[in-house]
């Protein structure tokens, strides 16, 4: 590792990503094409990758900047409150009257499990400058969390001020896409699940063990003289932790699921915050497998960000 990583008392964490809110059914299941079912409830709460990792730090007690972009719309002071509420430093985001506020719809069905669909929006039209504007931010904080719900230039410009400053890149690949080598090559650690780990490797992943294969191959193509590593997240079969020098599969943490919409931003805001605190990986990732398990505990996305105590919780019924 050839350059020196910031390590902070007060961990500060710079998240560049979508503010979504999202319209949340309970159903028994999905429709079938052409049919309309009765949902069992509605409900409307925020979202977006971005702001639920930004979240998820901010109430494990890092000081979080947020990056982004929401309209001039009711839905946008849904989300301005709740950045309010969590203390996140929104100076860095701007109001898109022209395109409108994200909207994410989600079926949630009794086992927890979720179909998602999003409309970006605003999210969509963050831009370089907009990044170059909070330069500042990218390069005091001790992590930068990046998604793939904005735009790929706007990222790669916030890489690039991040290893120009010592921080470290972590970017969770979702929803899969297709990465340019130009982004994938300025990560420090990346953070895909099962179907992202799949797409982007070439390799099916199906188990821990298949997944090693896709993460070795992951690493081939993110950042080589910096940390280099994949932590592939497989659910109810745990993570699995790659770096150059080693691999380590951490169990999953068994709850009663209710939900699993966020339990990966809350792993992400989870890790992210453990590193900036100065954390080693092994560690890091454990402290964030059991945010995503309480997590899934909460119904919502935003609502199920854990807090410290609630992770405690977790750990110490294992």
């Known amino acids: 590792m050839h350059r020196k990583y910031k390590l902070m008392q007060q961990p500060k964490v710079t998240v560049l990503g979508s503010a979504n809110v999202d319209l949340v059914i309970r159903a028994r299941r999905l429709p079938e094409k052409g049919e309309t079912l009765t949902g069992h409830s509605f409900d409307i709460f925020t979202g977006g990758k971005g702001f639920n990792q930004a979240t998820a730090?901010?109430?494990l007690g890092a000081h979080v900047t947020f990056i982004g972009r929401i309209g001039d719309d009711p839905y946008a002071e849904v989300l301005r409150s709740?950045?309010?509420v969590e203390k996140i430093d929104t100076q860095h985001v701007k109001t898109d009257a022209e395109s409108g506020t994200g909207i994410a719809t989600i079926v949630v069905q009794p086992d927890g499990d979720n179909s998602i669909i999003v409309v970006p929006r605003a999210n969509m039209q963050i831009t370089p400058t907009d990044i170059d504007e909070a330069e500042e931010s990218i390069a005091n904080a001790a992590v930068l969390?990046?998604?793939?719900?904005?735009?790929?230039?706007?990222?790669e410009?916030?890489?690039?001020?991040?290893?120009?400053?010592?921080?470290?890149?972590?970017?969770?690949?979702?929803?899969?896409?297709?990465?340019?080598?130009?982004l994938l090559s300025k990560v420090d650690i990346l953070k895909p699940n099962r179907t992202e780990a799949t797409e982007l490797s070439g390799h099916t992943v199906t188990t821990p063990e298949t997944g090693i294969t896709a993460a070795k191959a992951l690493q081939t193509q993110i950042a080589k003289d910096r940390i280099s590593a994949v932590v592939l997240t497989l659910g109810q079969q745990g993570v699995l932790l790659s770096t150059p020098t080693a691999t380590k599969h951490v169990p999953a943490i068994s709850v009663d699921v209710v939900d699993t919409t966020g339990a990966g931003d809350a792993f992400s805001g989870a890790l992210a915050t453990a590193l900036a605190k100065?954390?080693?990986?092994?560690?890091?990732?454990?402290?964030?497998?059991?945010a995503g398990a309480a997590a899934v505990t909460v119904l919502g996305a935003t609502p199920s960000m854990p807090t410290q105590q609630k992770i405690e919780e977790i750990l110490q019924k294992q």
């Open 57 to 59: 730090a901010a109430r």
């Open 82 to 84: 709740a950045m309010e």
């Open 145 to 155: 969390m990046l998604q793939l719900e904005t735009p790929i230039d706007a990222s």
């Open 157 to 182: 410009r916030a890489a690039e001020i991040a290893i120009a400053n010592g921080t470290i890149v972590v970017l969770d690949p979702a929803p899969a896409r297709r990465i340019p080598s130009s």
């Open 278 to 290: 100065g954390n080693g990986l092994t560690e890091a990732v454990e402290f964030a497998t059991a």
